[in-house]
């Protein structure tokens, strides 16, 4: 991926929608953006679980995504982090 030019601070750069292949897997909805604060570039994450409407992350006290130096580099982490939450999810559902 080329590194997106961002304007002003906390200037969104990208939303992204994903279906992963696993049938498991496309019952969540993850969004991610990533943010410029003071020179650095951090991710944003959402993953919402589609059949029960629950939002799995951000959760109280979820860590911060960044700082990175490349948008990249945080959409990177944020697509991570997603793919370990939907994975902790599928092995371990909460109610």
């Known amino acids: 991926m080329k590194n997106d030019p961002l ?16 049938p498991l897997e496309e019952n969540f909805t993850v ?4 943010n410029q604060i003071a020179g650095a570039y951090y991710g944003q994450l959402k993953v919402i679980r589609r059949a029960a409407r629950r939002t799995l992350f ?6 911060t995504i960044g700082p990175f130096d490349l948008n990249t580099d945080a959409r990177e982490a944020a697509l991570l ?6 994975a902790d999810d599928v092995a371990n559902p909460e109610r």
């Open 7 to 22: 304007g002003p601070r906390h200037t969104v750069s990208e939303i992204g929608r994903f279906a992963l292949p696993d």
């Open 31 to 34: 969004q991610i953006s990533v």
């Open 58 to 63: 951000p959760f109280e006290g979820a860590p």
């Open 81 to 86: 982090t997603a793919h370990k939450v939907i």
